[in-house]
């Protein structure tokens, strides 16, 4: 029996992952309601899994934050508590995160081990390479997609699923979240 994959990510409406402008963190859109969502959501027990740019940005921005900023909000406090693989050939142990392993080779084949082995649901927050290819080879069961009320024309980086195969997506459940936000959680089925 293998365990339930979800790439979890953020995104402008435009689709973009980051924005090169001052919008700040979450666009500036958090809300009581998303932050404490976003608590519950990563209180279950699972395994994150990051490719190695996901996690140096995460080590980077943590050690560059203080206990009052956004980036040390609850839920990735949680997040950077929980147990979690990084898929990288180039990064070398101990890294910088409390219970973290690094596992070599292709993302593809980790994660169908992780798959197979683990004990928990897997979750990625972010790694956007890395989930388009595990989105292809068919190991991602859940895409969750929060989308934030705002669009990035001139400032936005990082396009979600720009070069990703086709899908089709089966609507398994939304949320507005503070009146603005939306999550939507789908099934993604490759389009042949």
């Known amino acids: 029996m293998t365990v339930t994959y979800t790439f979890d990510v953020f995104a402008s409406l435009d689709g ?14 958090q809300g009581p309601e998303l932050l404490a969502h ?11 899994v990051f490719g190695a740019d996901t996690y140096r940005v995460f080590a980077r921005l943590l050690a ?15 997040m950077r508590n929980l147990p979690a693989t990084v898929v990288s050939n180039t990064l070398d142990t101990p890294l910088d995160w409390p219970d973290a392993t690094v596992a070599r080779g292709d993302a593809v084949d980790v994660v169908a081990r992780l798959k197979e082995e683990s004990d928990v649901p897997l979750r990625s927050h972010g790694s956007l390479s890395m989930n388009r290819a595990l989105m292809a080879a068919g190991l991602v069961d859940r895409v ?20 990703a195969a086709d899908f089709d997506l089966e609507l398994i459940e939304s949320r507005t979240l503070d009146g603005r936000t ?3 959680t789908y099934r993604p089925t490759r389009h042949v």
Request: proline residues 3%; without cysteine.
């Open 182 to 184: 939306q999550e939507l």
């Open 16 to 29: 973009f992952g980051t924005t090169s402008g001052d919008w700040g963190g979450y666009w500036g859109k």
């Open 144 to 163: 969750q997609v929060t989308i934030f009320p705002v669009i990035t024309g001139q400032t936005g980086t990082e396009p979600i699923f720009q070069g």
């Open 64 to 78: 560059e934050s203080t206990e009052e900023s956004e980036v040390r909000d609850a839920w990735v406090t949680r």
């Open 38 to 48: 976003r608590l519950a959501a990563y209180r279950a027990e699972q395994r994150m």
